[in-house]
């Protein structure tokens, strides 16, 4: 038999397999490992490879089996070639199921990318969402203040120390938010595990990034207030009630 490189790292660790003799239980056949190959994803793309045995169909035989094909061209051209060979060895057995591996690749990852098209989209009206509120606030601060930052202003204050002060208050509101974030995230990243792939459920660059994102959206909503902020007339402000 062929065994998967898991599979013999399981059985044998880090000693050579080949040669080696297994019996397989049920049939109390022994083989002999006279190869050793990668491991495979039979079942799913996300699903991690589980050891693996390869014999003769001579030696073993199952009610259905699995033919794969390789064809330089049209992935569907060697198709009645291989019909017309299958009813040569064998005129009762029938050949279903004919996918291409690219079909066969399309249907294992439908699942994940639909639920990936739904997290995207989700955490993109998130993002709206908290930018939209970041400037809601801040906006309606700035009009609560104005008769303070006009008190500044008449006083001498210069429009960058007024806009940096508003900034200022909405980062710290912001960041306390996204700090809340990260650490929710990471209280409740084991659960999203199922949905990921080729990324593990608390990878440091992914969280990094999603903080540097959101931290760049706050800074944005914040400019527009701050900006406003810094225009408003002292005269006018102070005549305010």
Known sequence: MIVSQGLAERVWGSEDPLGRAMRIVGSGKVYTVIGVVGDARNSALNAEPYPTMYYSTNAVTWPTMDVVLRIAQDPYGGLQGARQRLREL??????????????????????????????????????????????????????????????????????????????????????????????????????????LYGVAARDASTFAATAITLTLVALAACIAPAVRASRVDPILALRCE
Do not use: H
């Open 90 to 195: 064998d005129p009762d057995l029938s050949m279903f199921s004919v996918r291409s591996m690219n079909d066969w690749l399309s249907r294992s990852i439908a699942q994940p990318r639909l639920n990936a098209v739904l997290v995207t989209a989700f955490g993109c009206l998130a993002l709206l969402m908290a930018a939209i509120g970041v400037y809601g606030v801040l906006s309606y601060l700035v009009n609560q203040r104005t008769r303070e930052i006009g008190l500044r202003m008449a006083l001498g204050a210069q429009r960058q120390r007024v806009i940096g002060l508003v900034i200022k208050e909405g980062m710290i509101l912001a960041l306390t938010g996204i700090a809340a974030g990260v650490l929710s995230a990471l209280l409740v990243s084991q659960v999203l595990s199922s949905l």
